[in-house]
Antibody
Framework: EVQLVESGGGLVQPGGSLRLSCAAS????????MDWVRQAPGKGLEWVGR??????????EYAASVKGRFTVSRDDSKNSLYLQMNSLKTEDTAVYYC??????????????WGQGTLVTVSS | EIVLTQSPGTLSLSPGERATLSCRAS???????LVWHQQKPGQAPRLLIY???SRATGIPDRFSGSGSGTDFTLTITRLEPEDFAVYYC?????????FGQGTKLEIK
């Protein structure tokens, strides 16, 4: 069974840093792209960033709202995905989800999601 | 950036009725990269449809997707009580991989 479990959320002051983790199990983690998606309280979904697999050189992409402040990384030996968040702003307050990317002849999709971890940026 | 506009914002229907949700893109999106997610309160999103028209694993056949180019539709025939939720379209064709703002399907 595919499982994604996020951790590391909490309360942080504006300007602070936080590192989120996503522990993956039940599939070959190293084969898959991984995405981070967030949802501010009462709002819609916002794609945050992506990291590709080793075959595609672990390249990353980011939403403009977080580029230069957030870094997506992975450790395939630990089946883990990370989101390093620096220079946090109040508008970064959200539930952060990790999601598995799956690509085949049917196209790309995030077919499994974690339960999310809440990040609150407030003084 | 591709903007996805979903309509209506809220759809009020009764169980057993048919729901039609729209997702319009600001520029053409390959069908291979258009998906629909369902989200219930307090839960993570769940993939319903990928490739514009393929049902994800375990999704009942009352859910169907269609469309191409800039206009996509999610149809739910014979609404069940568990179908009342928020539905999001998303595109992966061009970074940033944007979501629509969501359609809330509520019980009338």
């Amino acid at each position: 069974e595919v499982q994604l479990v996020e951790s590391g959320g909490g309360l942080v002051q504006p300007g602070g840093s936080l590192r989120l983790s996503c522990a993956a199990s039940g599939f070959s983690f190293s084969d898959h792209y991984m995405d981070w998606v967030r949802q501010a309280p009462g709002k819609g979904l916002e794609w945050v960033g992506r990291i590709r697999n080793k075959v595609d050189s672990y390249t990353t992409e980011y939403a403009a709202s977080v580029k230069g402040r957030f870094t997506v990384s992975r450790d395939d030996s630990k089946n883990s995905l990370y989101l390093q968040m620096n220079s946090l702003k109040t508008e970064d307050t959200a539930v952060y989800y990790c999601a598995r990317g799956h690509y085949d002849s049917g196209g790309y999709r995030n077919d499994h999601w974690g339960q999310g971890t809440l990040v609150t940026v407030s003084s | 950036e591709i903007v996805l506009t979903q309509s209506p914002g809220t759809l009020s229907l009764s169980p057993g009725e048919r729901a039609t949700l729209s997702c319009r893109a600001s520029q053409s999106v390959s069908s291979s990269y258009l998906v629909w997610h369902q989200q219930k309160p307090g839960q993570a999103p769940r993939l319903l449809i990928y490739g514009a028209s393929s049902r994800a694993t375990g999704i009942p056949d009352r859910f169907s997707g269609s469309g191409s180019g800039t206009d996509f539709t999610l149809t739910i025939t014979r609404l069940e009580p568990e179908d009342f939720a928020v539905y999001y379209c998303q595109q992966y064709g061009s970074s940033p991989y944007t979501f629509g703002q969501g359609t809330k399907l509520e019980i009338k």
